[in-house]
Structure formats: structure tokens, C-alpha cells
């Protein structure tokens, strides 16, 4: 089945849901909710993407509604409910193209006592990271984040099947995604990057070919959790079965074409009080089956990642987070020997340290953020200072920076250094 | 005529006697579990106005369920927010663990995110209005000492000074608690000048399936001249709330027949 045959398939039961309800008395039209926004972003770069002077300048209305069934059926007495959440955008930085999003369709409901099931579009989150994700590997909007859109925009929604078990011992979440979805990485139209074909930081003359794997039963993705609280510790175990969501290995480099290796993880986290705070650790071991003894150049080795975090409320609304960041390749030697002369050749260890500040004013009205992210061994960083107002309930201006930085063009943060920019969004919340 | 004045002493000794017979600390936790301890579970909704200085308003409205384990002893608390439609959806859940830091949670909708959130500061603002989060949940008896300055108008006058005084930006406060029904009807905050610079005032109490219970109250910050109105409505205790809607799953699926 094809990713439109699904999503067509899901309409229809979410129609054959709405007409059961509607023979139901009560039927009652759901309340609609959202927001109109303007964001504009001046940039300050000086490479070849479509647009020299700014790098986001839009419009959005997004609308959100749930309805709740009611009455004397099945999906009443399953407390079902249909949740949907839809952006249209005027884009004019592609000259003022509409573009549809839509961010959730999905229905959620509980067949069992100690089960809980969402199925369709939705948006899937788990783990301890502050911007900086293990065994998150649901995909991830990167150009949102370095233009300046909201932080939602930063999870991109799967059509996914989510079933949440809630059993005495311990809680399972499991979900099945028909069809990966990959991040959404700087290509060079919008945003400017790395490309090693180039040899350097390419914009719109980049002829890398991202190639996406096909939508078959074989490449089925799953993610599990399992996690506990134990008095106020979080724990929690994780499972994933599917792609890189940033595309980190060669097909054919004749071609240019870069692709998603197969990846499986395994992890765990830890979450609790520590010395009046909250203390994180995080861990996660990714397992590339297509390279298992990394000695293949093209293909991306196993790594491990480790996260560990820690965050304070300091009173009079200031809050202070750090974290520190450790990736490792594995099988290192073997990457090295297999390298070919001309090849750029990645570090082993790659270490990320990250602050965050946020400090409220005028009655929590006023919010002010710093998140700098460093990498002492890529020397290079990251910095996104943020101040947002709410005028009032319904009006918000947000204003703030992307402030990549970096000495090389290849590491994470220097690979977007020319995408400095600014921007502003005033919202307005129905 | 001696007689007489012996009766008087003795019948003022009695009478006294009586009215002093429950010590400061007692009140207190009187006062505690009639606030915030009425049966065993309850939920009500919960309207702010927020007033800022220029007589500008914002709203918060929200559904609050709490679950006791004990009087005075630890609770958890659900809140979902309804509105400004920026916030609809958010649920928020606290451990309350007397003499230890709050766990707690804040669930984003639109990210998926449950996250944990740093507790120490029971002082810092609820949702942006002039509550403190104590205020909202219920500020330890353990955590200042208590005395017990006289009677005015049938209500006790108690004078609270914390034992932390560094964690804290009031000096001490005091209260007056209705002597029939133990409910707080006033409390005074004095800064570390000892300026009065904070109030809070039961403006309501209604009777609610037997538990006395504060349904307006305001609280108003006199350095700024701006308050916050809270008022309670659908109150409803003893519904029978299962421990297990505390946790992250209803976070994530907020239990509808309790919170609409």
C-alpha cells in the first residue's frame, strides 16, 4: 500500500467514525482554535541560496480542533477522539506558494482498560534531550530551526500506529510507522550547507540527490519504550528499528546521491531530583547493520551517544540547564583503513556542550532565552537568543537569533555558519 | 466583692483557657486540611484574572484535580488549561511531598514533550499571576513556626515566620483562620523590611457538600498594584479519582470526564 492509499484509508475510517457518531443524539460541532502568524527573517549570509537578504518570510494560519464522540456506541465508551491539527502557508520566499501541513489527524482511544491506541498523523516525542536527541529518532524539521520558526516546528508528525500499554509493572509504548519519514536537513535552497561533493558550503548549486527508502513492508519502522517511575526517578528503555532520519551515508557518489543506512538503537534514560534540580543521563547505541564492522568508507559506522543534563530553577523566574554531549564512532580503526586518500576523514569523539538560560519579567509575560550549543573538538557553536511578549491572551511578538558559528565548514554548526539571521513573528491565538 | 472578682478571674481563665487550648501549630494544620485537604479527592475549575498595574487583564482557565493521601500529608495535583487558546491542551502534574521538593510535569501537546520541571522555587509566580505556586497547593505547616497573637472578629491571629528564612521573600506572614471552621480568611505577607507588600483575601466561602470552601479569593501584591482573582466553580469532592490519572498517561490523554 502507498503512502496516499494509506492516508486515504485513514480519511474513510475517520469518516465511517464521524457518521456512526452523527446518528448519535448529541452531536456536538468541536470548538476551532489556532493562530495567524507573520515571520519574517532577515539573514546575513553570503552564499548561493535563493534568497540572499532573508530566509523566511511567511504567513500561517493554523487551525486545531478535536472532537469527542459521544452517546451510546463503541467509540463513546472507548472515549475516542479525533484530533486535528492543520497549518496553510504563504510562503513568499518561494514566491508566495500555499502550502498545506497537516500537523495531526489522528484518533485515540481505549479499547482496554490498560491500553491506549493513536492512530494516524501525530507527532511522537520521547527521551531526556534539550535540542539534542538520542533515542528520539522521530524526524526533526532542521530547516524550521535554523530559519527561526517556533520550537513545534522542529518535530516534523509521522503517520504512525502508537499502542501505549499501562500495565502494574511497567508502562509500554509502542510505535509502527508504515513509511519513514526523514528529517529535514539544509539542502542549500533555504538554507546553505556542507557538501562534500563540492568540497565546501554549497547553496542552490549543490547537486546532492537525497535517495529515500522505498515504501515497502521491508522497511517498516518500529519504536518502543518501556519506563518506570520508581519514587521520583524516570526510567526508561528504548528501542529502534529503522533509518538514519539524517541522510549520513553515500549510495553512489558518482551520482552524488547520499541515502538513510539502515539503523537500530538501543538505549536508556534516567530522569530525577538531584541537589534541588533535575538531573538527566541518557544513553543510546546505534547499530549499522549495512556496515556492522565499519570498514565500508561510504557507509556510516555504530556509534555510541551519551547525554547527561542537568537543569535548576534559580527563583525569581530564572532557570539555568546544561548539558554535555559524547558521540562516539565505533570500529574507528577500521573507518580509518578503509578511508581513501582524498576522503575527509570525521573525528572519533565529537563533544557538545549546551547551556540554556530563561528568565520570565513583567508577570511572566516577557521571556528571555539563551540556548548556546559548543563543540570544543569541532570548534564550533551554536547560539539562539530569543525574547517573546505576550501583549496580551491573544497577541505574541517573538523575536531572536540564529547564530551558527564554526572554523571548518564540514562539522555540524560550522557547515551552517553562513545562515546568520534574525527574525521576528507576531502572533495572533484564537 | 472579693467573691465576685475571683469568679471573674477564674471564669476569664476558663473561657481563655478554652479559646487557647489549641496551640498555634494546631491551627495551622487545621487550617492546612480545611484548605487544602477537603475529602479524600476533589476537582473544581478555576478562573484567574490576572491585573497588571495598568489595569490590563489576561485569563487563565484551567481544571484542577487533586488527590490526597493522607491530611497534610502528600498529594498529587492535575491541572489542564482551557485557556488563552496559546496554552489550550497543556496538562501539568505535581507530586506534592510535604518537607521535600514537588515532583513535577509539564506535558506540550504540539511537541509531544513531557518535561520535568525543576521544583525548588515554591515561591516563583503560578501561571504568571500573583500567586506564588504555594499559594495554589498549600504552603508546608513544618515550614515556619507559628504564633499564636490573639483573636479579632471570631478568627484566630497567627503570626508564621519561616525556618528557612534564605529560600523565602517575605520575612513572615500573618493569617487570620475563622475560629468555627478553620478556613484562612486573610493572610498578610511582610518583606524582609518588614513592609506588608502582599495580600490574600478569602473573598467568598460557600458551603460544598459539607467542606467550607473559599470559591473567590484575590491576591494582591501592594508594590505593584496589581492582583489576581481566582474563582472556583463545579466543585465537586470525593468523585472517586483513581491514583493511576496522576501519572504521564493522562498527561498525554487527559481524562475528559473530569476536566470538561
Not at chain 1, 197 to 222: D, M, Q, W
Not at chain 1, 375 to 403: C, E, H, K, Q
Not at chain 2, 99 to 124: F, H, I, N, Q
Amino acid at each position: 500500500m502507498k503512502r496516499s492509499g494509506f492516508t486515504m484509508a485513514f480519511l474513510m475510517i475517520v469518516c465511517v467514525f464521524l457518521t456512526v457518531n452523527a446518528e448519535a443524539e448529541e452531536f456536538e460541532f468541536p470548538e476551532i482554535h489556532g493562530f495567524l502568524e507573520e515571520a519574517f527573517a532577515p539573514g546575513f549570509g553570503s552564499d548561493d541560496v535563493k534568497h540572499r537578504q532573508y530566509n523566511m518570510a511567511e504567513a500561517r494560519l493554523q487551525l486545531r480542533a478535536d472532537y469527542y464522540f459521544s452517546g451510546d456506541n463503541i467509540l463513546a465508551e472507548w472515549q475516542t477522539a479525533i484530533e486535528s491539527k492543520c497549518d496553510f502557508v504563504l510562503d513568499f520566499y518561494y514566491g508566495g506558494k500555499v502550502l498545506t501541513d497537516l500537523r495531526e489527524l489522528n484518533a485515540v482511544f481505549t479499547p482496554l482498560d490498560i491500553v491506549d491506541i493513536r492512530a494516524g498523523r501525530q507527532v511522537l516525542t520521547w527521551g531526556t534531550g534539550d535540542y539534542l536527541f538520542l533515542n528520539d529518532l522521530f524526524p526533526k524539521d532542521y530547516v524550521s530551526f535554523f530559519i527561526g520558526r517556533d520550537d513545534e516546528y522542529l518535530k516534523k508528525p509521522n503517520d504512525a500506529l502508537r499502542i501505549m500499554v499501562y500495565p502494574e509493572w511497567f508502562n509500554i509504548d509502542f510505535a509502527f510507522i508504515p513509511f519513514f519519514e526523514p528529517n529535514d536537513v539544509p539542502t542549500g535552497d533555504r538554507v546553505s550547507f556542507f557538501d562534500s561533493f563540492e568540497g565546501g558550503i554549497a547553496g542552490r548549486s549543490s547537486e546532492l540527490h537525497v535517495v529515500e527508502p522505498s515504501e515497502t513492508p521491508k522497511n517498516f519502522v518500529y519504536a518502543a519504550r518501556a519506563y518506570k517511575n520508581i519514587k521520583s526517578y524516570e526510567w526508561a528503555l528504548y528501542y529502534y528499528r529503522g533509518f538514519d532520519p539524517s541522510p549520513s551515508s553515500y549510495k553512489n557518489e558518482a551520482g552524488h546521491q547520499i541515502y538513510h543506512q539502515r539503523l537500530d538503537a538501543y538505549g536508556g534514560s534516567l530522569r530525577g531530583p538531584v541537589m534541588g534540580g533535575i538531573g538527566s543521563a541518557e544513553v543510546s547505541y546505534y547499530y549499522s547493520p549495512e556496515d556492522p564492522d565499519g570498514d565500508i568508507r561510504t557507509i556510516q559506522n555504530s556509534m555510541m551517544k551519551y547525554l547527561l543534563g542537568y537543569e535548576k530553577d534559580l527563583g525569581n523566574d530564572l532557570r539555568v540547564g546544561f548539558q554535555y554531549y559524547l558521540e562516539q564512532t565505533l570500529d574507528y580503526g577500521e573507518y580509518r583503513k578503509a578511508l581513501l586518500p582524498m576522503d575527509y576523514r570525521w573525528d572519533e569523539f565529537r563533544h557538545v556542550v549546551t547551556s540554556r538560560i530563561t528568565k520570565f519579567f513583567a508577570n511572566q509575560t516577557v521571556k528571555a532565552t539563551v540556548f548556546a550549543f559548543f563543540s570544543p573538538s569541532d570548534m564550533d557553536a551554536y547560539i539562539r537568543p530569543s525574547l517573546s511578549w505576550d501583549a496580551t491572551d491573544s497577541w505574541n511578538l517573538t523575536v531572536g537569533a540564529n547564530l551558527p558559528f564554526g572554523r571548518d565548514s564540514w562539522t555540524e554548526f560550522g557547515s551552517v555558519r553562513k545562515n546568520k539571521n534574525v527574525y521576528a513573528r507576531l502572533r495572533y491565538s484564537f | 466583692m472579693r467573691k465576685i472578682t475571683a469568679i471573674t478571674i477564674t471564669l476569664a481563665l476558663f473561657v481563655s483557657g478554652a479559646a487557647y487550648a489549641l496551640t498555634a501549630d494546631e491551627i495551622v494544620r487545621k487550617a492546612s486540611a480545611a484548605s487544602y485537604y477537603q475529602g479524600k479527592d476533589g476537582r473544581a475549575d478555576v478562573n484567574m484574572v490576572i491585573t497588571d498595574s495598568l489595569g490590563r487583564t489576561r485569563e487563565r482557565y484551567m481544571t484542577i484535580l487533586r488527590y490526597d493521601h493522607e491530611d497534610n500529608g502528600p498529594q498529587r495535583f492535575y491541572v489542564y488549561f482551557h485557556r488563552p487558546s496559546d496554552v489550550e491542551g497543556m496538562s501539568y502534574l505535581v507530586w506534592k511531598k510535604p518537607g521535600e521538593d514537588d515532583d513535577r510535569w509539564l506535558y506540550l501537546p504540539a511537541l509531544d514533550l513531557v518535561r520535568r520541571v525543576a521544583a525548588s522555587d515554591k515561591r516563583s509566580s503560578f501561571v504568571g499571576s500573583h500567586f506564588a505556586y504555594e499559594e495554589i497547593s498549600g504552603r508546608g505547616p513544618e515550614e515556619d513556626t507559628h504564633e499564636l497573637e490573639g483573636e479579632e472578629d471570631g478568627k484566630y491571629k497567627i503570626r508564621s515566620t519561616p525556618r528557612e528564612p534564605g529560600e523565602v521573600e517575605f520575612s513572615y506572614f500573618v493569617t487570620w483562620v475563622n475560629k468555627d471552621n478553620f478556613v484562612p480568611v486573610r493572610a498578610e505577607l511582610y518583606d524582609k523590611r518588614g513592609k506588608l507588600y502582599k495580600t490574600i483575601e478569602a473573598l467568598e466561602i460557600k458551603d460544598i457538600e459539607g467542606y467550607p470552601t473559599v470559591v473567590k479569593m484575590k491576591a494582591s501584591d501592594l508594590n505593584t498594584g496589581g492582583n489576581t482573582v481566582s474563582e472556583f466553580s463545579d466543585i465537586d469532592y470525593d468523585i472517586g479519582l483513581e491514583e493511576d490519572i496522576f501519572t504521564e498517561r493522562y498527561l498525554r490523554r487527559p481524562p475528559r470526564r473530569y476536566i470538561r
